[in-house]
């Protein structure tokens, strides 16, 4: 049974592995000049399609203008673009290129491949254990 100090010191090491894990997934990209911000746009363009900037703003948690920035030099390299809204001219649309498709695709590729093969390195049940943790992992995260 764990005692309150046990369950602090689990806590932490599963953090830290975690934060660990993340790291070197992160590592993995297209584009090594990238920041995580920047990839989280595109990759969040991908995943809910096109966004305004508040909306952009919001879903990453930062300030419109540190979006404003953000995006201003993904779309200076050609991976999103603005155009306006069909129905509200006031309103801009930010959507993935297909070079930012390309990005993203290529980079979740990579991260893909590597935890793949670090994977294959473990024995099947320590695979299995992995397995039951991601289940776990999504019940934690989605509190």
Not at 80 to 89: K, Y
């Amino acid at each position: 049974m764990s005692t309150p100090e046990n369950l602090s010191d689990e806590a932490s090491d599963f953090r830290m592995a975690t934060f660990r894990l993340a790291r070197r997934l992160r590592a993995e990209r297209a584009i090594d000049s990238m920041s995580d911000g920047q990839f989280a746009v595109l990759a969040a363009l991908k995943m809910h399609g096109s966004h305004t900037l508040g909306e952009l703003a919001e879903r990453e948690r930062v300030t419109a203008p540190s979006m404003n920035r953000t995006v201003n030099c993904l779309e200076e390299a050609g991976y999103l673009t603005r155009t306006p809204d069909a129905a509200d001219r006031r309103k801009v649309n930010i959507t993935l290129t297909p070079t930012g498709l390309d990005v993203v695709e290529e980079t979740v590729r990579r991260r893909d491949a590597w935890l793949e093969l670090a994977l294959s390195e473990l024995p099947p049940a320590e695979r299995r254990l992995l397995a039951d943790a991601a289940a776990v992992m999504r019940k934690v995260a989605d509190r």
